[in-house]
């Protein structure tokens, strides 16, 4: 007499809940790998007497897959990439897998979107924007005794 995992099992290949549950399970997998291993790329920002330069590593994706944003006093870097891909077994199956790695840099002055500058380059995303005085005002603490 087998266990009642294999009866369980045996009737999971029979149906079609066996199809998803592996699609399930798939999911999780997948969405789980691709969150703990996915690291962010590297950044290094240097300054000169004028200019603040922002420099992503992006080796391996191209000009379309990157995205540039200013908010304020952050410059936001998206890089998206889809991959599409078939696998034929007992059953036909696609699969689509979109990354996105995402990072946010903030420089105590506002951004000039016409003054900022970018270039793409063998894998190297360059940024430049002007230094400008930080926009920084102190607020005056009172003292209240009890």
Do not use: C
């Not at 999911?27 to 690291?39: G, R, V």
């Not at 699969?95 to 900022?116: A, G, H, Q, V, W």
């Amino acid at each position: 007499m087998g266990s009642s995992k294999d009866n369980l099992s045996k009737w999971f290949h029979k149906d079609s809940f066996y199809d998803l549950a592996k699609h399930m399970d798939s999911f999780f997998n997948e969405s789980f790998k691709q969150f703990f291993n996915q690291k962010p790329f590297e950044i290094n920002m240097q300054e000169t007497k004028s200019d603040v330069v922002i420099r992503a590593m992006l080796p391996g994706y191209n000009r379309d897959q990157i995205r540039l944003a200013i908010i304020g006093n952050q410059l936001r870097i998206t890089v998206e990439d889809s991959k599409f891909q078939e696998k034929k077994k007992e059953h036909f199956t696609n699969t689509n897998k979109e990354y996105k790695m995402e990072r946010m840099i903030s420089l105590p002055f506002t951004i000039s979107e016409e003054d900022t500058k970018a270039t793409y380059n063998d894998g190297i995303l360059k940024i430049s924007t002007p230094k400008k005085k930080p926009n920084t005002r102190f607020i005056n603490i009172d003292q209240i005794n009890d």
